[in-house]
């Protein structure tokens, strides 16, 4: 680290032996460092949304569940309603509009230690981890997701489009104790509510 301006410099030595004694070099190799950091961060997230993309959403959710394994948390799978809608009726850019502000309000999770991903076109996923009462963690789930369903969305054109979306709820540990099979009960839950009772969330249930 530079004193002053607490920058952390990258140096590259080479040397060589002689018969008359070491030679070598000293490079600056920060910026080269710093560019590959930068795109192996940049791989970590959506393009649109700048939340994670699913492998990354895995790798921190299993980073969570390996620090706090007695702990409580919520795997939420998110499914958009209405964005064919939005791209049929609007085009494309009202769709891409439309997938950044929700990706906003859903990554407003991140408040409580979330942890939010664009997982494929226009499903979300959201994990919340480190509780010791389910029914914590249920009200606070609920409370933001009622606020959020009444949220209307401006498109480009300057129309306004209403928010919707189907979820399912899946819990740690009572459900799965890893990330893969939380994500499959709450994807399960969210095509159940998405075929029966759509525009709700519900919670995942075995017995289904």
Same mark, same amino acid.
């Given at each position: 680290h530079h004193p002053d301006t607490e920058r952390q410099y990258w140096l590259?030595?080479?040397e060589a032996s002689t018969?008359?004694?070491y030679i070598g070099t000293i490079m600056d190799v $920060?910026?080269?460092i710093e560019t590959q950091r930068y795109l192996a961060k940049e791989l970590d997230y959506d393009s649109l949304t700048r939340l994670y993309n699913? $492998?990354?959403?895995?790798r921190e959710v299993h980073a969570v569940l390996q620090k706090e394994p007695n702990a409580i948390g919520a795997m939420l799978f998110i499914d958009l309603d209405n964005l064919k809608y939005v791209n049929d009726t609007y085009g494309h850019d009202?769709?891409?509009?439309?997938l950044v502000q929700a990706g906003e309000i859903f990554g407003q999770f991140r408040r409580y230690g979330?942890?939010?991903s664009r997982i494929s076109g226009d499903e979300f996923t959201i994990y919340l981890h480190?509780?010791?009462?389910k029914k914590q963690l249920e009200l606070l789930i609920h409370r933001h997701l009622e606020d959020s369903s009444n949220t209307m969305i401006r498109l480009p054109n300057g129309k306004e489009q209403r928010?919707?979306?189907s979820g399912g709820i899946a819990w740690y540990p009572a459900d799965s104790h890893n990330v893969t099979g939380l994500l499959r009960c709450a994807d399960f839950a969210m095509y159940e509510a998405k075929h029966q009772r759509k525009g709700t969330v519900t919670c995942f249930d075995r017995a289904s």
């Open positions: 590259r030595i080479r018969n008359m004694g $920060t910026d080269d699913r $492998t990354a959403f895995k009202a769709g891409d509009q439309y979330g942890i939010a480190g509780y010791k009462s928010m919707r979306y």
